[in-house]
């Protein structure tokens, strides 16, 4: 372990002087390609302003949400009377997902219990 050390930090000195030297010249690409985006004049005021507008738009737009996830549920309660209308894609995407959030559970579950598999420590 201790001789990769020396390694880890010549890879390191390597990436960090990769960074400086297309740092730059990246930072100016990326601000050249999305110039439009950029709000002048680049003031405090300007940002607090954009803040707010952002803030009162996501509030503008939980009515249209709300709506949005009672139709979905609605949707989801009508599955199992109309059956028929299943494919085996729709069906198998369900299990998959919920097969992933038993798998999130699971790791939740590990985390929680500090890493180990068999329980708690006591």
Not at 1 to 20: D, E, R, V
């Amino acid at each position: 372990m201790a001789s990769k050390i020396p390694q880890l930090q010549s890879k390191m000195t390597q990436a960090s002087a990769a960074a400086a030297n297309h740092g730059a010249s990246y930072y100016k690409l990326l601000m050249e390609q999305n110039k439009h985006y950029i709000q002048e004049p680049p003031t405090v005021e300007k940002c607090q302003s954009l803040a707010k507008q952002l803030f009162y738009t996501r509030l503008a737009s939980i009515p249209h949400r709300y709506d949005s996830f009672w139709k979905e549920l609605e949707y989801a309660k009508n599955i199992p009377k109309n059956r028929q209308d299943l494919n085996m894609d729709s069906v198998c995407y369900a299990a998959l997902f919920g097969l992933e959030c038993f798998a999130w559970f699971c790791g939740g579950e590990i985390i929680g219990r500090g890493f180990t598999f068999t329980g708690y420590h006591v």
